[in-house]
């Protein structure tokens, strides 16, 4: 286990060394607001993809909507488009999640309990949790995410799931609600997440009553956010756990590495290799049509459209933030421009 962590903690150390050498040039004020100008007029015709429909609520959000924010670490906003639109956070929150797991029992007791590596199969995948022994394999896919969830010290469903609205709003520096409509669609149509959690209780790798661990993560994926708050819930990653609005130390720096490698290795669904290749940061994506990606020790960038391509990426938020990050030099593994 120590060398586990030793190797995590250096593969981030080394990106965050990659990232501070090649990022300088994007460090201006008046260029970040340009690169994000320039993202959306570039993408925001652009009509490939269709909203997720096996969630009823996600359906009728429109189609048209597309936000794009930037916040530095000194807490500098840089917007454009429709960005104080809230949407549900979906599976963006997984990675905030995990964070305070890692907060409450540290990053062995997550490695241990749940597991860090990518699954190669989708992000609800059932065939996932037969095949791999570990069962629950990483804290970003939906048996992870629920399991997760789980292993919060709590006494009631209220209190777990008070204790992640009050902690993610902490993190978004404002107070973030509960997308009513949101929740009652998805917990109508959850089948597939029930099954993944008998299943992973089954195994022995749920650490609440099922049915309370469902709910709370369908409570969890219906929280609504803005692309602003969402930024600053990545700027306070990027700023090594200190939120730049409030100045609260909410994450332990210790705990930043290990958090950035699961975003890097398993935050982009199963085209996580064709993100790394092209954008080159660590993020997290949603079916809710927001991503979030961290410059460590640089800033956040996110983007939100609801269009998603077959893999349940959002089509305009992706390539928004893919051209920000090439155009700009920002990817961890140094200078690629288009």
């Excluded at 060398?3 to 994007?26: R, W, Y």
């Excluded at 807490?75 to 963006?92: E, L, M, P």
């Excluded at 007791?109 to 069962?135: C, D, W, Y």
């Excluded at 929740?183 to 959850?190: A, D, G, L, R």
Aim: glycine share 8%; charged share 20%.
């Amino acid at each position: 286990m120590k060398e586990f962590k030793q190797a995590m903690a250096c593969a981030a150390l080394l990106l965050t060394t990659l990232v501070m050498a090649g990022t300088t040039q994007a460090l201006a004020g008046g260029d970040l607001q340009s690169v994000v100008d320039e993202a959306h007029a570039k993408f925001k015709d652009l009509k490939d993809g269709k909203n997720a429909d096996y969630i009823p609520e996600l359906d009728k959000v429109p189609s048209e909507l597309f936000g794009i924010a930037i916040i530095t670490v000194d807490g500098k906003v840089y917007t454009a488009g429709d960005v104080d639109y809230a949407f549900s956070i979906q599976s963006v929150a997984k990675p905030f999640t995990a964070a305070l797991v890692m907060e409450e029992q540290g990053v062995e007791a997550l490695h241990e309990k749940i597991g860090v590596e990518p699954t190669g199969m989708p992000f609800n995948s059932v065939m996932a949790i037969q095949l791999n022994e570990q069962r629950s394999v990483n804290p970003l896919v939906n048996a992870g995410a629920i399991a997760a969830v789980s292993m919060l010290d709590a006494n009631s469903p209220e209190q777990r799931w008070d204790m992640l609205l009050k902690w993610y709003s902490d993190l978004a520096g404002d107070k973030l609600t509960l997308l009513d409509d949101v929740y009652v669609s998805e917990s109508e149509t959850n089948y597939n997440n029930r099954a993944i959690a008998n299943m992973l209780y089954n195994f022995g790798r749920l650490y609440s009553d099922p049915m309370e661990a469902v709910d709370v993560y369908t409570k969890e994926c219906s929280v609504g956010v803005t692309a602003k708050q969402l930024a600053m819930m990545g700027a306070t990653i990027a700023n090594n756990g200190k939120n730049p609005k409030t100045g609260k130390q909410l994450i332990s720096p210790e705990n930043i590495p290990e958090l950035l490698a699961i975003m890097f290795m398993a935050g982009f669904y199963d085209e996580v290799g064709e993100w790394a290749y092209s954008a080159a940061l660590p993020a997290k994506t949603g079916v809710g049509g927001g991503i979030v990606a961290v410059v460590p020790g640089k800033m956040a960038i996110v983007a939100f459209s609801p269009r998603l391509n077959e893999a349940g990426n959002s089509v305009r938020a992706l390539k928004a933030i893919e051209y920000i990050s090439r155009s700009r030099s920002l990817g961890v593994f140094g200078p690629n421009p288009f």
